[in-house]
Nanobody
Framework: QVQLVESGGGLVQAGGSLRLSCVAS????????MGWYRQATGKQRELVARITSGGNTNYADSVKGRFTISRDNAKNTVYLQMNSLKPEDTAVYYC?????????WGQGTQVTVSS
């Protein structure tokens, strides 16, 4: 079974940094696109960053220049480095993998940025 486990969330002050990790298991993922989404309380889930198997990346306008997505296929892991965090970045962050036409999600990790 495909499983995704996120870690690295927490409470930080505005301007601080966090590094999120997502470890995937249960399949081979080196050809799969991977991404990070977030959902704030009362709002829709939105794409934060995406990375293809070839290393092409895409970011939400709100995080460009502050967040960096990367992947380590040998470790079946995708990362999200978050710098210059703002209170509006507060949300549950979810890892996502597209595999054989299906989407798989982790349980999420809470990121809270205080002002």
């Amino acid at each position: 079974q495909v499983q995704l486990v996120e870690s690295g969330g927490g409470l930080v002050q505005a301007g601080g940094s966090l590094r999120l990790s997502c470890v995937a298991s249960g399949s081979t993922f080196r050809f799969s696109p991977m991404g990070w989404y977030r959902q704030a309380t009362g709002k829709q889930r939105e794409l934060v960053a995406r990375i293809t198997s070839g290393g092409n990346t895409n970011y939400a306008d709100s995080v460009k220049g502050r967040f960096t997505i990367s992947r380590d296929n040998a470790k079946n892991t995708v990362y999200l480095q978050m710098n210059s965090l703002k209170p509006e970045d507060t949300a549950v962050y979810y890892c996502n993998i597209g595999l054989w036409g299906n989407n798989y999600w982790g349980q999420g990790t809470q990121v809270t940025v205080s002002s």
